[in-house]
């Protein structure tokens, strides 16, 4: 059975920088595609960054240049991170795990992709 738990979300300043992470049991990265979501108040979830089992990584727009996903495979960890935060960027962030190998990074973007999904971490930042 695959479980993500994600940590260390809370509460920064406008151009701070945070690190969450996502523990996975249950299955590897080798041949795992992961992805990190994300859902403010009021609005849609929406793709925040993947990284497939092969190491191809893909970022929203909103996130390019400011946010880095990557994988500690030894200890299973999945990890974001986020820096110069804007206010904006205040969601609750969910991780979540893409069993199958085959699917296109056009995919990746989309929730229905995923086959597990983290509890969620809040993370919210003040101006």
């Known amino acids: 059975q695959v479980q993500l738990v994600e940590s260390g979300g809370g509460l920064v300043q406008a151009g701070d920088s945070l690190r969450i992470s996502c523990t996975m049991s249950g299955r590897t990265f080798r041949n795992t595609n992961m992805g990190w979501f994300r859902q403010a108040p009021g609005k849609e979830r929406e793709f925040v960054a993947a990284?497939?089992?092969?190491?191809?990584?893909y970022y929203a727009d909103s996130v390019q240049g400011r946010f880095t996903i990557f994988r500690d495979k030894t200890n299973n960890v999945l990890y974001l991170q986020m820096n110069n935060l804007k206010p904006e960027d205040t969601a609750v962030y969910f991780c979540?795990?893409?069993?199958?190998?085959?699917?296109?990074?056009?995919?990746?973007?989309?929730?229905?992709?995923?086959?597990?999904w983290g509890q969620g971490t809040q993370v919210t930042v003040a101006s």
């Open positions: 979540a795990a893409d069993a199958d190998q085959g699917s296109f990074a056009w995919r990746l973007r989309a929730e229905a992709t995923y086959d597990h």
């Open positions: 990284v497939q089992w092969s190491g191809g990584i």
